[in-house]
T-cell receptor
Framework: DQQVKQNSPSLSVQEGRISILNCDYTNSMFDYFLWYKKYPAEGPTFLISISSIKDKNEDGRFTVFLNKSAKHLSLHIVPSQPGDSAVYFCAASETGRRALTFGSGTRLQVQP | NAGVMQNPRHLVRRRGQEARLRCSPMKGHSHVYWYRQLPEEGLKFMVY????????ESGMPKERFSAEFPKEGPSILRIQQVVRGDSAAYFC??????????????FGDGTRLSIL
């Protein structure tokens, strides 16, 4: 049972445009959500997070939106750069627990 | 390098041998987590430890796998009598002791375990 789903295995965008990565979850106990970026042969790198008491968090070119009623979150990257090309993972944790549940990832390709 | 350090980066074992994976958390971090990633999948939580204590081992297989985080030294993930299905990338993460459960975890570059 996949509690965190990233339904798009891949996404291709042009440099300078907006990248939108989506994530859906089923567990209503999740209250903390994170996005990680991963390059081949490296570990995941933390990008941005959001608590369930918020609906938006912004950090430079990265913005995460949370829609609790739809159990949906998205990561916006604007403007996209070729160095953003990587696999992006959505992750979530339940109230009072630290274990992260990850989605299966979306491979982003930013074309120069 | 103040990041999470894992070694070895690559480990090859034959079926039936033991595998030991090591993780040193970031400086100042006292919480350690182990995750496993199979090819083309996301990371799966295995265990969460603090110094000398296992806090959450809900993701650990019941047999052959064990983890520790001693008072001195790195955290160790130990797999006894390895089988082909243990082949995966094993990632360690750490987080600071303050801030409650809403703290991002910072990951090492993983150990790639291959079973012959």
């Amino acid at each position: 049972d996949q509690q965190v789903k990233q339904n798009s295995p891949s996404l291709s965008v042009q440099e300078g445009r907006i990248s939108i990565l989506n994530c859906d979850y089923t567990n209503s106990m999740f209250d903390y959500f994170l996005w990680y970026k991963k390059y081949p042969a490296e570990g995941p790198t933390f990008l941005i997070s959001i608590s369930s008491i918020k609906d938006k968090n912004e950090d430079g070119r990265f913005t995460v939106f949370l829609n609790k009623s739809a159990k949906h979150l998205s990561l916006h990257i604007v403007p996209s750069q070729p160095g953003d090309s990587a696999v992006y993972f959505c992750a979530a944790s339940e109230t009072g627990r630290r274990a992260l549940t990850f989605g299966s990832g979306t491979r982003l390709q930013v074309q120069p | 390098n103040a990041g999470v350090m894992q070694n070895p980066r690559h480990l090859v074992r034959r079926r039936g041998q033991e595998a030991r994976l090591r993780c040193s958390p970031m400086k100042g971090h006292s919480h350690v987590y182990w995750y496993r990633q199979l090819p083309e999948e996301g990371l799966k939580f295995m265990v969460y430890l603090q110094k000398e204590n296992i806090i959450d081992e809900s993701g650990m297989p019941k047999e052959r796998f064990s983890a520790e985080f001693p008072k001195e030294g790195p955290s160790i993930l130990r797999i006894q009598q390895v089988v082909r299905g243990d082949s995966a990338a094993y990632f360690c993460a750490s987080s600071p002791p303050v801030g409650g459960s809403n703290q991002p975890q910072h990951f090492g570059d993983g150990t790639r375990l291959s079973i012959l």
